[in-house]
């Protein structure tokens, strides 16, 4: 007996624990979606490929298992190109599978060929151009692999038509384990390292944890928390880190670096100790990396080597997994009684120098976000679009727990929200989710309305509609002589377009009205839009500008 | 700035190459000499390369060299005891007489093979390292350069050590 290429692959999906995969049909996937027509498998149909990868990113960062796209060659391939970025960026475990042309015109200039491989090699962690069938099982599983451990990040199969109709005996053997010898991942932190680390977090006076992304894909929110009250050190988070601390924690200062809290930041130029726990000292957080940070020793863990010193000198490196590392931290470590003085100041800080909420009157996004805030009480996942959106919800959401929060961190792709909404309702079934959007990147990937209604995806859209490119517009205003070189949109009638797919909506206009909305939409059955008529030219504050040290903010005082 | 010389082992796949070159050039690297071939072991392939930064640019690209998957190993030979080599052939303007007795006899200094002899050109076949190579193409220039092919340089560590046997 006698199987195929493309029911093998969908075997080894499966068998990967894969339920749910974003996908778009074309001609050389025709084999592979007639094994997804009556198969287990869940595919969700998008209506846009970029919407794919987003999704399947979005059911990865909501569930912290692989997300599974596809799309046929040529422009599907090259459209999943923006999401596998994104997840690159920031680190995300994805598998993206792609149809390729048969083998025999590979570099031929065939209808619908495009060299993917080649074209995702700098945003992959690792890709693969499948040449036989008999090697779909070993790929499969090096695929999942490499995608969920170590460092993740996305990994594509490019799967010629022929592999996919290609004869494989059914009794095909799936491998059990997988073992490359060029990926090593380091998981225990050296333990001499380690010991070092314990000395200077012991003797510091003023220590900071400065926590990202990395606390959160290695699972590692208690163990943060708990080294933090063991030290009576704050924490600030990086915008991927947020939720690693609860939001309300006494010792959390929220998010650092260019739109973080003044108190923030303020600890950061102060510390004498900085502890860089699976952050990478991106610009947006260091602002000017030579003023960043200027009293601290700094200790930096993290499981990929090449971010150890990459942008910032490191006087104890410990190439781990966060949680493991931080375990035998704790493991280690006694109470640190002499952060007192330091955690007066860093309150006093966040005293005289709180996140503005203005309340004049007008609706302001930051009041939306807070009023959210206070509706959901930690529950359920907040994801945001990339702009002045993003960070009035990174400011002013107070995020609990972890994986809470999706945004496109590192590549700041605009249209990542709606998509990853859908992936983020699909790993949490039963949860409310809810986008907070701006209307220029809410139109980046808007014909996602179409699949969110044909599934009843039950995505909550708040629109921060101020009919600007925001984020531009405010760099316009402080930068540029308030010239608006193209940031201004004509109004749009989102409520509109949702009722046109079928999508319920109700557009804000006064604060009073947000409140009752917001509920509408919580507790509405399915999805929901609610347009909110923001002020027009509200700014994201603080600030720090484009290569200034991250202690000279404006706007961040009353 | 400074001259690294990097021994990198690979597994034999498709594509490798262009994994260890994208990554130079994306991280705005240089590549001054590249040489490629099979390694003593079946199926993986020895990268010689030789890149000009500073300690902390070089460190960086080992390890994202170090991050490929299909990257074994990757070995900064800078500063150790090691043989570099480098193979030229240079087609040089010769015609029979004078020219060509000077020629010969510049090859013959620099233990230079003849490996071809045209009706007004003369083919040497040189090996050393890259010092040597750019001398003795200094002093053929004014008899005319034809044609120059240099491989890149390849290295191997001085005494009965090799990069395979080191942590």
């Known amino acids: ?558 | 700035m400074k001259r690294h010389t990097l021994s990198v082992l690979v597994e034999n796949k498709a594509g490798v190459l262009s994994r260890v070159t994208g990554l130079f050039s994306r991280r705005g690297f240089n590549i001054e000499s590249l040489a490629v071939g099979p390694s003593e072991e079946d199926g993986t392939s020895r990268i010689t390369l030789v890149v000009c930064g500073d300690d902390r640019e070089v460190e960086q690209v080992i390890k994202q060299l170090n991050k490929l998957i299909d990257v074994i190993k990757v070995s900064d030979l800078t500063g150790r005891e090691r043989v570099e080599r480098e193979l030229a052939l240079i087609k040089v303007a010769a015609e029979p007489g004078e020219a060509r007795a000077g020629v010969m006899q510049i090859a013959t200094i620099f233990r230079a093979h003849i490996i071809d002899v045209g009706g007004k050109t003369v083919t040497l076949q040189v090996t050393g390292d890259s010092d040597k190579i750019d001398a003795l193409e200094g002093l053929l220039r004014p008899y005319g350069v034809r044609e120059l092919y240099r491989t890149g340089r390849i290295a191997v560590l001085r005494g009965q050590k090799t990069v395979r046997s080191e942590k």
Not at chain 1, 56 to 63: E, K
Not at chain 1, 308 to 329: A, Q, R
Not at chain 1, 416 to 422: D, E, F, K, R, T
């Open chain 1, 1 to 558: 007996m006698t199987t195929t290429g493309a029911k093998v692959l969908i075997e080894g999906l499966l068998r990967q624990g894969t339920k749910t995969i974003f996908g778009y049909p074309g001609g050389v996937v025709l084999p592979i979606y007639d094994v997804l027509y009556d198969s287990p498998l869940e595919h969700i149909l998008v209506r846009h490929e970029q919407a794919a990868a987003h999704a399947a990113d979005g059911y990865a960062r909501a569930s912290g298992k692989v997300g599974v796209c596809l799309a046929t060659s040529g422009p599907g391939a090259c459209n999943l190109v923006t999401g596998i970025a994104t997840a690159y960026m920031d680190s995300i475990p994805l598998v993206a599978l792609t149809g390729q042309v048969p083998t025999n015109l590979l570099g031929n200039d065939a209808f619908q060929e495009s060299d993917i491989y080649g074209i995702t090699m700098p945003v992959t962690k690792h890709n693969y151009l499948v040449k036989r069938a008999a090697d779909l099982p070993q790929v499969i599983a090096e695929a999942f692999y490499l995608a969920s451990t170590g460092r993740p990040g996305p990994v594509l199969i490019d799967l010629p038509k022929d592999v996919s109709t290609g004869e494989l005996p059914d009794d095909i053997a799936f491998p059990e384990t997988v073992s490359l010898r060029g990926y090593q991942p380091t998981v225990r932190g050296h333990p001499r390292q380690i010991e070092k680390a314990v000395d200077l977090l012991v003797r510091a006076e003023r220590p900071l944890l400065y926590a990202g992304g990395g606390v959160i894909l290695s699972g590692a929110d208690r163990e943060l928390t708990a080294l933090a009250e063991r030290l009576g050190a704050p924490v600030t988070t990086t915008l991927m880190g947020l939720g690693g601390i609860c939001g309300d924690h006494p010792l959390n200062l929220g998010m650092l670096g260019m739109h973080g809290t003044a108190y923030a930041n303020y600890a950061v130029t102060e510390c004498d100790l900085l502890v860089a726990i699976g952050a990478r000292f991106d610009d947006r957080v260091t602002g000017r990396i030579e003023t960043f940070a200027p009293h601290a020793q700094v200790i930096h863990i993290d499981i990929d080597p090449a971010e150890i010193g990459k942008n910032k000198p490191v006087d104890v490196p410990i190439v781990g997994d966060v949680k493991h590392v931080l375990t035998e931290i704790l493991n280690r470590l006694p109470s640190n009684p002499k952060t007192e003085r330091w955690l007066a100041r860093v309150n006093g800080w966040r005293a005289a120098h709180p996140l503005v909420v203005p309340d004049n009157g007008s609706l302001h996004p930051q009041g939306v976000v807070r009023t959210l805030s206070d509706l959901l009480n930690g529950e359920g996942v907040v994801v945001s679009e990339v702009g002045q959106n993003q960070m009035w919800a990174a400011q002013h959401f107070c995020f609990k727990k972890p994986r809470s929060w999706l945004s496109s961190g590192g590549l700041g792709t605009m249209g990542y929200g709606l998509p990853a909404a859908m992936g983020a309702c699909y790993a949490r079934p039963g949860e409310q989710v809810f986008l907070i959007a701006g209307d220029g990147s809410l139109q980046m990937n808007i014909q996602e309305f179409g699949t969110i209604a044909h599934n009843r995806i039950p995505v909550r859209v708040v629109v921060l509609n101020n009919r600007y490119l925001g984020m531009v517009r405010q760099w316009q205003e402080l930068f540029f002589d308030k010239r608006y070189s193209y940031t201004e949109l004509p109004p749009v009638d989102f409520v509109g377009i949702a009722n046109a797919y079928g999508i319920d909506g109700v557009r804000v206009n006064d604060p009073a009205e947000v409140r009752p909305a917001l509920e509408a939409a919580r507790d509405h059955d399915g999805p929901f839009v609610v347009d909110v008529r923001i002020e027009r030219e509200e700014n994201v504050f603080p600030m720090v500008p484009a290569g200034a040290a991250i202690n000279e903010m404006i706007g961040g005082h009353e």
